[in-house]
Antibody, heavy 119, light 108 residues
Framework: QVQLVESGGGLVKPGGSLRLSCAAS????????VSWIRQAPGKGLEWVSY????????YYADSVKGRFTISRDNAKNSVSLQMNSLRVEDTAVYFC????????????WGQGTRVTISS | EIVMTQSPATLSVSPGERATLSCRAS??????VAWYQQKPGQAPRLLIY???TRATGIPARFSGSGSGTQFTLTISSLQSEDSAVYYC??????????FGGGTKVEVK
């Protein structure tokens, strides 16, 4: 079935790095744009980064620009988020989500992976 | 950057009653608005896109309306399983993708 599965979360010290992965299955992966969205404990949803289906268009939220890098491997049906210079405020559950064909509503979400930044 | 403001923050409604959730955009966003439902410990689920089109498998008691800067999600007859936080989201041709702060719906 159509699904996204995140992995790579964990506990890291401030200033450290982490690489999240999002594995897709059940659909033609290269046809779809993907975003990472995070949710800090007890808070709302915050869009983090976007990558187009081809990988040619990339965008970041101001809060992560210069520290996070999004990439994708269409041959492996996966999207990654490399997170460097991590801060306590990056603590959150990170979701990857697929954008619909004809607009940018997120129709498929992964279950999320938890990232904790603490000394 | 467009800001999406949701109200109220919390809504308490009796089973079978109507729940009306609001979302206001800081500038006109046409009909580029989606609504999501999130239950504790789960990922969000798409309910509505294009301001008023129900996503696949979403019950008919959920409806969306609005355009420009004012949008509404209505749950016509609230069920116990509708207890959740609801988020509106603006999208455009290019990011950023902007979410509202959420409305928590409690079933009395």
């Amino acid at each position: 079935q159509v699904q996204l599965v995140e992995s790579g979360g964990g506990l890291v010290k401030p200033g450290g790095s982490l690489r999240l992965s999002c594995a897709a299955s059940g659909f033609r992966f290269s046809d779809y744009d993907v975003s990472w969205i995070r949710q800090a404990p007890g808070k709302g949803l915050e869009w983090v980064s976007y990558i187009s289906g081809s990988g040619k268009s990339i965008y970041y939220a101001d809060s992560v620009k210069g520290r996070f890098t999004i990439s994708r491997d269409n041959a492996k049906n996966s999207v990654s988020l490399q997170m460097n210079s991590l801060r306590v405020e990056d603590t959150a559950v990170y979701f990857c989500a697929r954008e619909r064909d004809f607009d940018a509503a997120f129709d498929i979400w992964g279950q999320g992976t938890r990232v904790t930044i603490s000394s | 950057e467009i800001v999406m403001t949701q109200s109220p923050a919390t809504l308490s409604v009796s089973p079978g009653e109507r729940a009306t959730l609001s979302c206001r955009a800081s500038q006109s966003v046409s009909s580029n608005v989606a609504w999501y439902q999130q239950k504790p410990g789960q990922a969000p689920r798409l309910l509505i896109y294009g301001a008023s089109t129900r996503a696949t498998g979403i019950p008919a008691r959920f409806s969306g309306s609005g355009s420009g800067t004012q949008f509404t999600l209505t749950i016509s007859s609230l069920q116990s399983e509708d207890s959740a936080v609801y988020y509106c989201q603006h999208y455009d041709n290019r990011p950023p993708r902007t979410f509202g702060g959420g409305t928590k719906v409690e079933v009395k």
